[in-house]
Nanobody, 116 residues
């Protein structure tokens, strides 16, 4: 089992920045990829960004150039640095961790609200 604890998020004005953190514990040796999804009210949950243990990253087109995902393997923590935030970035952001065998674990979610 893997446990994920998220922190960060909150209310920010458009154009501002936030950083989300996600700390993993438990059977972390099984984790290959960690990242973030987000879900706005009435919308599906969509991938924002992810990063592998090797450091390969992947971003949704909507956040490329504004968000940066990073990973501290020593701390088993993934960060999402969000810059130039827009009102359409408002959503609940969920951290996830994926094992090589396809098992996913999820954080509890953290609210990000961007005011115009």
């Amino acid at each position: 089992q893997v446990q994920l604890v998220e922190s960060g998020g909150g209310l920010v004005q458009a154009g501002g920045s936030l950083r989300l953190s996600c700390a993993a514990s438990g059977s972390i040796y099984r984790i290959h990829t960690m990242g973030w999804y987000r879900q706005a009210p009435g919308e599906q949950r969509d991938l924002v960004a992810d990063i592998t243990t090797g450091g390969s990253t992947n971003y949704a087109d909507t956040v490329k150039g504004r968000f940066t995902i990073s990973r501290d393997n020593a701390k088993n923590t993934v960060y999402l640095h969000m810059n130039s935030l827009k009102p359409e970035d408002t959503a609940v952001y969920y951290c996830y961790a994926a094992e090589v065998n396809g098992v996913y674990y999820w954080g509890q979610g953290t609210q990000v609200t961007v005011s115009s």
